[in-house]
């Protein structure tokens, strides 16, 4: 396995942080958390643009190719820059539509998918009784046991310790499938979306760190800057390995995706726990260096210290990710 990117996925990556450096992304984040979807949209139509969505898509229907290395790469950034909306959920939409195999189905849904049209999430209820901006999503996918339907309605958003989440309990709604098809197209969208956490808070952890290093660089005690103290520097350090631990793993785990490999799912499960436990680590190193002003929402970095613990919780805690390492 090769786990270095090559030049087309490295020059792909700069390309995303430019786009997405030049919105003005924390304000759509806000906005998005007020219930006002037009910033986040916005954004949404640039990433489509850029051939985000349709990395998910086959050719045949108006997309990329399913590529899950070049999905790594690209969830990477946007968790790096801590883009709102169903992102996950309307990728591992899209992996559930593909492998149901019902052409009709397909034809109707990923071309919109691919093209960003169609904004979408998707509920497993096995794992959550949740779906993420589902008052943002059209339509809602939702399956439940080897039931596949869109919900015709949704409840009231619940409260989420990112404001950008807004999680709310889809309901009835019109079946389009049934059977075994469903359940093991569930189990490879839900892998698709454990990948894409993964990735997602990889960048959500290196921008914690990347931000928190500037600030103690910057932030002095008595004469000196305080990344300037061993405990500081230690402290940053651990972070630092973790991060780096866990994203050859997030790409070893894409590469074995894509080649179709039979341990797939183990080697997400353990990538999904290494991401997320090292996005956390960063989240509690940052809140503690920054101090007291960590803990104020009108700093822009509690918006990815807010967003690291539900990444790490969402598609697969590290409890039944290290679970699935050890049986599958």
């Given at each position: 396995?090769?786990?270095?990117?090559?030049?087309?996925?490295?020059?792909?990556?700069?390309?995303?942080?430019?786009?997405?450096t030049s919105c003005d992304v924390p304000a759509a984040v806000r906005a998005w958390a007020r219930g006002d979807h037009g910033p986040g949209q916005a954004v949404w139509k640039r990433l489509a643009g850029a051939g985000v969505f349709a990395l998910a898509v086959p050719q045949r229907h108006d997309g990329s190719g399913v590529l899950p290395v070049e999905l790594a790469v690209s969830f990477k950034?946007?968790?790096?820059?801590?883009?709102?909306?169903?992102?996950?959920?309307?990728?591992?939409?899209?992996?559930?539509?593909d492998r149901l195999g019902d052409d009709e189905v397909a034809a109707a849904r990923l071309p919109g998918i691919a093209s960003g049209t169609t904004v979408t999430t998707l509920c497993l209820t096995s794992l959550s009784p949740y779906a993420l901006d589902a008052d943002a999503a059209d339509?809602?996918?939702v399956v439940d046991g080897d039931t596949l339907s869109v919900a015709a309605a949704q409840g009231p958003v619940q409260p989420s310790a990112d404001?950008?989440?807004?999680?709310?309990?889809?309901?009835?709604?019109?079946?389009?499938?049934?059977?075994?098809?469903?359940?093991?197209?569930?189990?490879?969208?839900?892998?698709?979306?454990?990948?894409?956490t993964a990735a997602q808070a990889l960048g959500v952890g290196r921008a914690l760190l990347d931000r928190t290093v500037e600030y103690v660089t910057g932030r002095t005690q008595f004469g000196v800057p305080i990344g300037s103290f061993q405990a500081v520097k230690h402290r940053l350090a651990d972070t630092l390995v973790a991060l780096?631990?866990?994203?050859?793993?997030?790409?070893?785990?894409?590469?074995?995706?894509?080649?179709?490999?039979?341990?797939?799912?183990?080697?997400?499960?353990?990538?999904?726990?290494?991401?997320?436990?090292?996005?956390?680590?960063a989240a509690r190193t940052a809140l503690q260096l920054h101090g007291a002003v960590g803990y104020t929402d009108e700093l822009d970095l509690s918006l990815w210290i807010r967003k690291a613990r539900p990444l790490r919780e969402a598609w697969g805690t590290p409890a039944a990710c290290r679970a699935r390492v050890l049986t599958v």
């Open positions: 396995m090769r786990f270095f990117l090559d030049t087309e996925q490295r020059d792909f990556a700069r390309s995303l942080d430019g786009l997405l950034e946007l968790g790096r820059h801590a883009v709102p909306g169903p992102l996950v959920e309307t990728v591992a939409a899209a992996a559930l539509v339509p809602v996918f404001p950008g989440r807004r999680l709310s309990r889809p309901s009835g709604g019109t079946v389009l499938a049934r059977g075994p098809a469903v359940t093991a197209a569930a189990a490879y969208a839900a892998d698709v979306a454990a990948l894409v780096e631990f866990a994203e050859p793993l997030v790409r070893g785990a894409a590469l074995a995706l894509a080649v179709g490999d039979e341990g797939a799912g183990r080697d997400i499960a353990a990538a999904k726990v290494a991401a997320g436990e090292a996005a956390y680590g």
